[in-house]
Nanobody
Framework: QGRLVESGGGLVQAGGSLRLSCAASAIALADYGMGWFRQPLGKEREFVAGLRWPDALESVSDSVKGRFTVSRDLGKNTMYLQMNNLRPDDTGVYYC?????????????????WGQGTQVTVSS
């Protein structure tokens, strides 16, 4: 059974940066489309960024375009989310997800594996 573990969350001031990691075990990220999602308190989970299988073409939501980038290191079997120029409305629990041969799509229901989430809090 595959497992995803996020790390790198924390408290940061507006304008600061964080890098989230998503380490995979028992599955090979080379076979998966990947996604980052976030869920602000009291709101629905929303798509942030994705990597398409097999070429890792990146896609990001309009709300983070120009500030967030997603990447992967197949040697470490890990995906990353680099978040720059953070804003208070970026606050939430961030989740990574994997879909076998997936497109890195925005629809969360197609992802088979999810991490437990990591909290990101941006203060003003």
């Amino acid at each position: 059974q595959g497992r995803l573990v996020e790390s790198g969350g924390g408290l940061v001031q507006a304008g600061g940066s964080l890098r989230l990691s998503c380490a995979a075990s028992a599955i090979a990220l080379a076979d998966y489309g990947m996604g980052w999602f976030r869920q602000p308190l009291g709101k629905e989970r929303e798509f942030v960024a994705g990597l398409r299988w097999p070429d890792a073409l990146e896609s990001v939501s309009d709300s983070v375009k120009g500030r967030f980038t997603v990447s992967r290191d197949l040697g470490k079997n890990t995906m990353y989310l680099q978040m720059n120029n953070l804003r208070p409305d970026d606050t939430g629990v961030y989740y990574c997800a994997a879909e076998l041969y997936g497109t890195g799509q925005q629809n969360s229901r197609y992802y088979e594996y999810w991490g437990q989430g990591t909290q990101v809090t941006v203060s003003s």
